[in-house]
């Protein structure tokens, strides 16, 4: 049997080019990555869609290279264990990535709609007529349900005052995969003065969110 993690066929990273190629193990650590951080940061990270559909062609290959295996053969259980770990990630990920936009989704759709042409999108298609949909359905419910009985001056709401925004102020767990240095700390306290740290690589820490957010994006650091 061909092994299905490890095939001589390399995948695409999606919009890299030819000569930067990633081998399945590598497309799966990059999704492993994606999915810790899109778990512990607060706010909605870019989405990786081609990256989700790299993961889901490999997912495919391997389920059919399992089908070539004799039965009782040892193999097939390791690659059923493999394919179905890899399985929970994808849908792990994709669920965290739902619950934001559900819980945030007003300053969702709005930072999408005030990105500059040429920035990355932060909803795949898929998502964002998800989330148009859901605020579509939202406001039809609040309508129905509670302002159309309420006095005229009031029966309108603003949705982005509305639903609370992600806290960015929130403190994360990192570990450091590229060194940095002068990252520029908030106070804690207005008797505090903001000062520089230097992150070395390997390194783990505990930070404001919006201090790291930047290099979560760049991948320089990873949440854990």
Partial sequence: MADGLSDASDLSGGEESQEDVMTPAELINKLEEAWLNEKFSP?????????????????????????????????????????????????????????????????????????????????????????????????????????????????SIDMLKAVPEPCLDSFVFLRVKERQENILVEPETDDQREYVVDLDEGSQHLMRYRTIAPLVSSGAVQLI
């Fill in 43 to 155: 706010e909605l990270l870019e989405n990786k869609s081609e990256l989700v559909e790299c993961v889901m062609e490999q997912l495919t290959h391997m389920e059919e290279n399992l089908q070539r295996v004799r039965k009782g053969d040892v193999k097939a259980s390791v690659h059923r264990m493999e394919i179905d770990r890899i399985r929970f990630v994808l849908s792990s990920y994709l669920r965290s990535r739902l619950q934001k936009i559900e819980r945030f989704f007003p300053h969702v759709l709005e930072k999408e709609k005030s990105r500059s042409d040429g920035d990355p999108s932060f909803l795949s298609p898929e998502e964002f007529a998800f989330a148009k949909e859901y605020l579509a359905n939202t406001e039809v419910y609040l309508r129905n349900v509670a302002l159309k009985h309420m006095p005229p001056n009031l029966q």
